[in-house]
């Protein structure tokens, strides 16, 4: 027996990876991002936001997604604070 899927099979097992812009509006819309989008999202590696996550006391909000064990996701306005830090410009 194999296992096709079709356009009209929904993505239940696994979803392709969100782009930056994708991210980006789901930040906007509030969503909470998983600490691999962050890292995207913010331009770091995902080892870096999990350190922000783990610090004491930590740098970002969490919280543990229901049902998946122990996945974290990140709360929002954390992401997008220091996704604006990263991306400021100094001097002139």
Do not use: F
Not at 27 to 46: H, M, N, Q, Y
Not at 59 to 87: F, I, L, N, Q, S
């Amino acid at each position: 027996m194999s296992i096709t899927a079709t356009l009209d099979t929904p993505a239940t097992i696994g979803t392709m990876p969100r782009t930056v812009d994708d991210l980006r509006q789901a930040l906007d819309a509030g969503e909470w991002l998983r600490p691999a989008d962050a890292a995207l999202v913010i331009g770091v590696s995902k080892s870096v936001v999990v350190r922000m996550l783990t610090a004491d006391p930590p740098k970002m909000r969490y919280r543990v997604k229901a049902g998946t064990g122990r996945h974290r996701e990140c709360h929002p306005d954390d992401v997008r604070r220091e996704m604006e830090a990263r991306h400021q410009v100094h001097g002139e």
